[in-house]
């Protein structure tokens, strides 16, 4: 059904995402994203409404059960329909304690810990603060956005470089800058 007729009916409709690895899924299934240079969700709404009108028909927004609010608030304001559907939960890996404790006891203090979102940031930082030894000070935590920084700021973890864009290659690039900034 999805190749002989809906794939076509839903590519009339635009697919907005937020960055270029949801935007390669979308892809792979037959859409044409829109918006995958956003990389956040304040920008992916400001990129939402520049292209659709108030009182238009709802957006579909597949979600996590931990989104923020910050795309539902921006085209809510602007009256631009959204429609929320979670379909995802987050949830901590049963065997994060043992792999980190693992890690830190085989391959030593790692030069950096990156965090990908808040979750992680939720889930991780817990443990990685319940390993023996005073350390966190050695490690230069790094952040895959301003989001995921704000979150790593609120839990008191210094952020030593966020990726100027949600890039494997922008990413890489702040971490060398932040570890040849220290002199590491």
């Not at 579909?60 to 539902?72: H, I, S």
Request: charged share 20%; net charge neutral; aromatic share 8%.
């Amino acid at each position: 059904a999805w190749s002989k007729s809906l794939k076509q009916r839903w590519n009339t409709k635009p697919a907005y995402v937020v960055g270029k690895a949801t935007a390669s899924l979308v892809e792979e299934i037959g859409l044409s994203p829109q918006g995958e240079k956003s990389g956040n969700a304040e920008k992916l709404a400001e990129y939402i409404c520049s292209r659709e009108k108030p009182n238009s028909s709802a957006l579909l927004f597949p979600c996590g059960a931990l989104k923020r609010e910050v795309l539902p608030t921006v085209l809510r304001e602007k009256g631009i329909p959204l429609e929320g559907l979670t379909v995802y939960q987050t949830a901590q890996h049963t065997d994060l304690q043992e792999s980190l404790s693992s890690y830190f006891s085989q391959q030593g203090i790692p030069a950096s810990v990156v965090f990908f979102s808040p979750s992680g940031v939720k889930f991780c930082l817990q443990h990685i603060q319940k390993l023996p030894g005073d350390f966190i000070n050695n490690i230069k935590f790094a952040a895959i956005g301003p989001t995921t920084a704000e979150a790593m700021e609120a839990a008191g973890i210094p952020v030593s470089c966020t990726a100027e864009s949600p890039t494997p290659q922008d990413l890489a690039a702040g971490i060398q800058k932040a570890l040849h900034v220290q002199n590491c």
